[in-house]
């Protein structure tokens, strides 16, 4: 259980970092501006407090935000 833990914290970290990247992206010039809106949407979701379905709800409060801010990154 607790290699499954921790294999968890390392995703939720190499996500952080990801979510890091797009924001460097979007700064750059040399982005198109399609790309830059797509990728301010992503980061935005990612930092927002508001999400599509509140995290209070058990299991797919949480479920949203690992589905939908992968996806934006890839």
Not at 43 to 59: C, H, K, R, T
Request: net charge neutral.
């Amino acid at each position: 259980m607790r290699e499954f833990i921790e294999n968890w914290k390392q995703k939720a970290r190499q996500l952080k970092l990801e979510v890091y990247v797009l924001y460097l992206a979007y700064q750059d010039p040399r982005v198109p501006w399609s790309a830059r809106v797509f990728t301010a949407c992503v980061v935005g979701y990612a930092f927002s407090p508001i999400d599509l379905i509140p995290d209070f709800i058990p299991v797919l409060g949480y479920l949203d935000d690992l589905i939908f801010v992968p996806l934006g990154i890839k």
